[in-house]
Nanobody, 123 residues
C-alpha cells in the first residue's frame, strides 16, 4: 500500500496561483502513476490530470490545460500540481491518487487516495 497526504491548498484570488503537494509513504512511490482529481460543491469527483511512473506522458483535462502543471519527484516521494491563472470554477477539494493504470482518467483507475485539500478561488 501507499499512503498519500495532500497539502498546499488555501484561499486565492482570481488569477492567482497555488502549488499542491502530494507526499507519499509506504510502498515505493515510483511504482505508481499519480493522478489528480477534484470535487466541487455538489459535483462529482473529476479528473484533473495524471503523470506516469517515470514522469513522462502527462495528460490534463481540457478545463485545466495550459494553466495547470503536474510533476513528480520520485526521489522525494512527492507529486505536485502547480495551478496558475485560477478561476472561481477551480474551487474544489483536490485529491491525489496512486494507481497502476497506464492511462488512468477515472476514479476507478486509482487504488489509493489522499484525504484532499481545499482550494477556494475568490472573485
Amino acid at each position: 500500500q501507499v499512503q498519500l497526504v495532500e497539502s498546499g491548498g488555501g484561499l486565492v484570488q482570481v488569477g492567482g496561483s497555488l502549488r499542491l503537494s502530494c507526499a507519499a509513504s509506504g510502498r515505493t512511490f515510483s511504482y505508481y502513476a499519480l493522478g489528480w482529481f477534484r470535487q466541487g460543491p455538489g459535483k462529482e469527483r473529476e479528473f484533473v490530470g495524471r503523470i506516469r511512473r517515470t514522469g513522462v506522458g502527462i495528460r490534463y483535462a481540457d478545463s485545466v490545460k495550459g494553466r495547470f502543471t503536474i510533476s513528480r519527484d520520485n526521489a522525494k516521494n512527492t507529486g505536485y500540481l502547480q495551478m496558475n491563472s485560477l478561476k472561481p470554477e477551480d474551487t474544489a477539494v483536490y485529491y491525489c491518487a496512486a494507481g497502476t493504470s497506464i492511462d488512468g482518467t477515472l476514479v476507478s483507475d486509482y487504488d489509493f487516495w489522499g484525504q484532499g485539500t481545499q482550494v477556494t478561488v475568490s472573485s
